[in-house]
């Protein structure tokens, strides 16, 4: 099940972060990347990203939190991580579908969701149908590619928020 974070959770999924995190993608950085990244993953940068045109959702399985998406101005894909052991389980495809069809419904016209992927993580929202849409950037010491799925491309599908809710039973 995919739901919204619970406000008493946010150290719970932030754990999860920093523990994917440090198994897949900080090895791809510096020692200052990483702690830009702790420094963003932290509980009182989320809140105050959660109060501010972000939202955050976890995938709950068998009442464990598996993984989590968060998710900027119902466009943009700001964080995606699934737990360690939950990886290659199907877990991240559905979360970033979710993620996908959640901004598709909340805002009909959207044309495209962007993500700015990590080195790691590059190869599976190519799978997802995203595309690169830019060089990589650095910022802080954390090199991200710029990556956009168009929407309407090849299905010319709309998902109303109705049956939005309906399948992601929110």
Avoid: W
């Amino acid at each position: 099940m995919i739901r919204r974070i619970r406000p008493e959770e946010y150290q719970e999924v932030l754990n999860l972060v920093i523990r994917s995190f440090n198994s897949f993608v900080a090895s791809y950085f510096s020692d200052t990347g990483n702690k830009s990244f702790y420094d963003y993953a932290d509980i009182d940068s989320f809140s105050r990203r959660l109060e501010h045109n972000y939202e955050a959702f976890v995938l709950e399985e068998n009442g464990r939190i598996a993984g989590m998406a968060e998710i900027k101005a119902r466009q943009h894909i700001s964080m995606l991580f699934v737990d360690p052991d939950c990886v290659l389980s199907g877990y991240g495809r559905d979360i970033a579908e979710f993620a996908v069809d959640y901004c598709r419904s909340t805002r009909p016209f959207l044309k495209y969701v962007t993500v700015n992927a990590s080195p790691y993580a590059v190869n599976f929202y190519k799978k997802l149908g995203f595309k690169r849409s830019g060089d990589p950037v650095t910022h802080m010491e954390l090199t991200s590619y710029p990556m956009i799925k168009y929407l309407d491309e090849g299905s010319g599908k709309k998902l109303k928020f109705s049956i939005f809710k309906k399948k992601y039973d929110m």
